[in-house]
């Protein structure tokens, strides 16, 4: 696969995707960069925006393996990994595969459950495998986590781990549709759901070809030192109690490469660093209580670090 083939393929996928999901392009496209870069998505917003439409459409556009789980607060960490049952004809125990095996797995409300729960998925989404008594069993591949949840000040939710938030390569919003796309919405859903008649347009050997494309991207070492500098600028603010970590560094270096490569070029500029830093790095920081008190946001420290760290010149 070339550049050519690689950029056309996501913009297949994102068409095909926006057949259900109208007005939310930039959104799609994050997401395509996170499976592109082999990275997991979590997506907060409120009830009824798209969120668990998104993930599905975009399973289906690469014809791969879906399952849903409904996270509640009596949801078990063996309904996610799966557990081993005893077989009385064999005399040996057989491992009953979770929620967890296949290629696209959404974690719907995911903050609705316990912190026991949701870090049932840690093992899966760092290592692509679990392990359930003391034996390793692999995901496929492609493998990627969609979790939804509903802003942290509504009812019955829970607050993420640090581990656990720490594992989302991105962080997404959709928001309100303007009024104009939620006519159409209302025109595209008249006669059925848009979902059920959504067909595949790639497959997930495409996708894996995609990947690894995106492992190639060309990165300056200046562009690595930037962005190495921009992480730490987080860990050195007063208001910050838990700046970004290491694998943010990681993190935005591979969506940089993404993106560089859906701009059509084999190599990463700072504007594609920064482009990516708010959605890598927002969800990873952890503020004091007085920055909270000022009004000051997880935003305003990333914004803060893009003006104080030197861009490098090319």
Known sequence: ?????????????????????????????????????????????????????LAASLAKSVACSFRRIQFTPDIMPSDITGFSVYDPKSGEFVFKPGAVITQFLLADEINRTSPKTQSSLLEAM?????TVDGRSHPVPNPFMVIATQNPVEYLGTFALPE???????????????????????????????????????????????????????????????YIVDLVRFTRTQDEVNLGASPRASINLFKAAQAWALYQYREYVVPDDIIAMAPHILEHRLRLRQEAKLKKISALNIIERAIEAVKKPEL
Do not use: W
Not at 17 to 35: D, F, H, M
Not at 210 to 219: A, I, M, P, R, T
């Open 163 to 225: 581990a656990q938030l720490d594992r989302f390569f991105m962080k997404i919003s959709l928001g309100y549709p303007r009024a104009a796309d939620e006519s159409k919405i209302l025109g595209r859903f008249q006669t059925g759901d848009p979902l059920k008649e959504l067909e595949p347009v790639t497959d997930a050997e495409a996708v894996v070809d995609l990947q690894y494309l995106v492992e190639k991207v060309f990165v300056d070492k200046s562009l690595k030192d």
């Open 126 to 130: 760092e290592e692509q495998q679990v």
């Open 1 to 53: 696969m070339n550049t050519e083939n690689a950029v056309r393929l996501m913009k297949n996928i994102l068409y095909n995707v926006e057949k259900v999901i109208i007005g939310k392009r930039y959104a799609i496209e994050l997401t395509i960069n996170s499976l592109a870069c082999r990275g997991h998505v979590l997506i907060e917003d409120v009830p009824g925006v798209g969120k668990t439409s």
